[in-house]
């Protein structure tokens, strides 16, 4: 085990604070110990600003369904599942990912198109999101997150899904609300980003980067 007082560690009173209120109501999907990082590999995806149009139609046509939805600061893809590494196998596990990714044939630029309308939740149901599911580009997809699972394997860590849906999450809300939001809201925030002017472009997405996030930490490893 790590020594105490690591540079980056929590201090005690963060370590055992869990208030939900503070997060807007999303409560943790596992136990926080002082040491372990959560951590996620994935895509980093920039938005334009005619992206984020389309986003405030889509999030406020699915507020007449459900009130409580908000929008997504950020957007990315993920390649992982949020996963705990202790501390000091963070240099480490993010050497394996450099080298895994820089030995793939994955390891190069490529476009996906993000156009289907999907609603999703998390594993234990407390949190429900509308996402855009990734409708080509499932391949190259595929390969990186193959790359991803050998590392993860190494360090004994849960892999990816066996088969993944890929999308982007535009909005969240707390709880189990997918009843809601499926169906005929479903059908109407699919017309509303099929008639939305330049949607086949704004939904064209390269990707640049896959980025690992640990605990406070980033870390980029740039595709060629």
């Given at each position: 085990?790590?020594p105490a007082g690591?540079p980056?560690?929590p ?7 869990d208030d939900?209120?503070r997060?807007?109501?999303r409560v943790?999907g596992f136990?926080h110990e002082r ?15 005619e992206?984020?149009?389309l986003?405030e139609?889509?999030v ?9 939805v ?5 957007f990315?893809l993920?390649?992982s599942q949020c996963v705990?590494l ?8 993010v050497?394996?990912l ?7 044939l994955s390891?190069?630029r490529?476009?996906?198109v993000a156009?289907?309308v999907?609603?999703?939740?998390n594993?234990n149901k407390?949190?429900t ?9 499932h391949?190259q ?7 991803v699972?050998?590392v993860l394997?190494?360090f ?7 088969d993944?849906?890929?999308?982007i999450s ?7 609300l997918?009843?809601r939001?499926?169906?005929q809201?479903?059908?109407?925030l699919q017309d ?11 939904l064209?997405i390269?990707?640049e ?7 406070n930490?980033?870390?980029s490893?740039p595709?060629r």
């Amino acid at each position: 085990p790590a020594p105490a007082g690591l540079p980056g560690d929590p201090e005690p009173e963060e370590a055992v604070s869990d208030d939900s209120s503070r997060h807007g109501g999303r409560v943790r999907g596992f136990p926080h110990e002082r040491g372990n990082w959560a951590t996620h590999v994935y895509l980093p995806c920039r938005v334009q600003e005619e992206f984020l149009e389309l986003l405030e139609l889509l999030v406020s046509h699915a507020r007449t369904y459900v009130s409580a939805v908000a929008a997504m600061e950020e957007f990315h893809l993920s390649l992982s599942q949020c996963v705990v590494l202790h501390y000091h196998w963070i240099g480490a596990f993010v050497r394996r990912l450099r080298e895994r990714l820089a030995a793939g044939l994955s390891y190069f630029r490529f476009f996906c198109v993000a156009n289907r309308v999907k609603v999703y939740t998390n594993q234990n149901k407390t949190r429900t999101f509308i996402g855009l599911e990734v409708s080509t580009g499932h391949f190259q997809l595929l390969e990186l997150v193959s790359e991803v699972d050998r590392v993860l394997e190494e360090f004994d860590l849960p892999m990816f899904y066996k088969d993944p849906s890929f999308h982007i999450s535009l909005a969240w809300c707390v709880g189990d609300l997918s009843g809601r939001l499926e169906g005929q809201c479903l059908q109407e925030l699919q017309d509303i980003v099929d008639r939305f002017e330049d949607s086949a472009l704004l939904l064209h997405i390269q990707w640049e980067q896959v980025r690992c996030k640990s605990g406070n930490k980033y870390f980029s490893f740039p595709l060629r």
